[in-house]
């Protein structure tokens, strides 16, 4: 009797890299590379889209996403329409380092085929996308190098969030409050080359976002310890009036106290990259607490330092920035408004 076949070996070379472009290289090497020194990637986190000189490859663009810790999450290298090669060819190339891949597609509109092959591994997806008339040999698209979703481990292997179809964990830190083990969790429902293509892509407008702190609570009689959410917030979907979603997540000591605390900013839908809700939480004896809450900012820039929030909202074209400073009040347990400022006019 025949033995039913294994798994498929391993790939020669990971499906991470494509020309000179690396999906393992963090974003600080992406920024020192010639080809993208004209390419805004200063942000801490977020998304470009970059053109590229003319070479080999005969690549035309590089869509690029980044998290904070500097990973970058996927690339998304499209071709110059021009100069696109023939989908047979790059196919060949491609198998050669990636060995056969593990999923094929083929989709028809009109008078159009449009083909996507896929190779992966434990932590890498590429896709190669092609297009062609009926009639005509396909020309390769893009070739996009995303990295997928690695499964928790250890303590936080017991962690289940689910607030809705398709949530993917963007960031993930253990801390600690008094000996007992929390997660500050950030996840979205887009995929990491839906953020690449950021705005310009479909389901940018419609996207979810969570953020959360999760609690490993005490054992109860018989029952082993299980996380539990302290804190949530959910925004996007049907019933987010104000189209919010979630800018940046930090676990850092803004109190000076040695003990971390948790920054949250919000943008809105026409906010870009700029705040417009600001939530500073912290946990003492188990229980959250409020440090500073700031809602309806006008697209703010936050700065922190210890024992000291400034938050910079610009007024208009005609109107010079405020500045409101926040400082820590000891007694108070929280960040109170200490001064409020007009700034020199921005034409000055």
């Known amino acids: 009797m025949a033995k039913p076949p294994g798994p498929p070996p391993p790939p020669a070379i990971p499906p991470r890299r494509f020309g000179r472009f690396d999906l393992d290289q963090p974003i600080a090497q992406l920024r020192a590379m010639p080809d993208l020194k004209s390419c805004d990637l200063s942000a801490l986190a977020g998304h470009a889209d970059c053109a590229l000189p003319h070479d080999a490859d005969k690549l035309g663009r590089a869509l690029i996403a980044w998290e904070t810790s500097g990973e970058v999450i996927a690339l998304r290298l499209m071709f110059d329409p021009q100069a696109a090669p023939a989908l047979t060819d790059l196919e060949w190339q491609l198998t050669r380092g990636w060995g056969p891949p593990v999923l094929e597609q083929l989709r028809r509109e009109k008078d159009q085929k449009m083909l996507s092959l896929e190779w992966e591994d434990a ?31 250890g303590e936080l292997a017991g962690l289940h969030p689910k607030p809705f179809p398709g949530f993917r964990i963007r960031w993930l830190k253990r801390l600690e409050w008094d000996g007992v083990p929390h997660a500050l969790l950030w996840g979205t429902s887009l995929s990491p080359v839906q953020e690449a293509v950021g705005e310009n892509g479909p389901a940018w407008a ?9 609690k490993l609570a005490a054992t109860r009689q018989q029952q082993p310890r299980r996380w539990r959410p302290l804190w949530e917030r959910e925004t996007g979907g049907d019933d987010d009036d104000e189209a919010q979603r979630v800018l940046l997540v930090e676990a850092r000591d803004v109190t000076g106290d040695g003990v971390p605390d948790i920054e949250v900013e919000l943008s809105c839908d026409s906010c870009g990259s700029t705040t417009n809700e600001l939530i500073v939480k912290t946990v003492r004896a188990g229980k959250l607490v409020d440090l500073l809450s700031r809602r309806e900012l006008f697209h703010a820039q936050v700065e922190m330092t210890p024992g000291q929030v400034r938050i ?34 921005p034409r000055e």
């Open 312 to 345: 910079r909202e610009p007024e208009g074209d005609e109107q010079s920035p405020t500045v409101s400073t926040y400082a820590y009040d000891r007694g108070k347990g929280a960040f109170v408004l200490s001064r409020e400022e007009r700034m020199g006019s």
């Open 206 to 214: 419609t996207q979810r976002n969570y953020v959360a702190v999760w």
């Open 123 to 153: 932590e890498h997806r590429a896709t190669l996308e092609a297009q062609g008339s009926l009639s005509q040999p396909s020309r390769a698209i893009a070739v996009t190098l995303e990295r997928r979703q690695v499964p928790l481990s």
